[in-house]
């Protein structure tokens, strides 16, 4: 059970990573969403990552 969920943490954790957009970029989920300019995150409005 432990080793499972780990596994699914650091899968996680490494597709966020790897895969973010960036602004105006289509997405479903916050997650989806990079930061931007390094100043405040983008947040996944109405279908597109905005500030």
């Known amino acids: 059970m432990r080793f499972s969920f780990l596994a699914i ?3 996680t954790a ?3 990573v790897s ?3 960036e602004l105006d ?3 479903k989920v916050q997650a989806d969403c990079c930061t931007y ?3 405040y995150y983008l947040r ?3 279908g597109k ?3």
Do not use: E, I, Q, Y
């Open 14 to 16: 490494a597709m966020s």
């Open 19 to 21: 895969a973010c957009f």
């Open 9 to 11: 943490v650091t899968l």
């Open 49 to 51: 990552c905005v500030p």
């Open 37 to 39: 300019d390094g100043l």
């Open 44 to 46: 996944c409005h109405k």
């Open 25 to 27: 970029h289509a997405c």
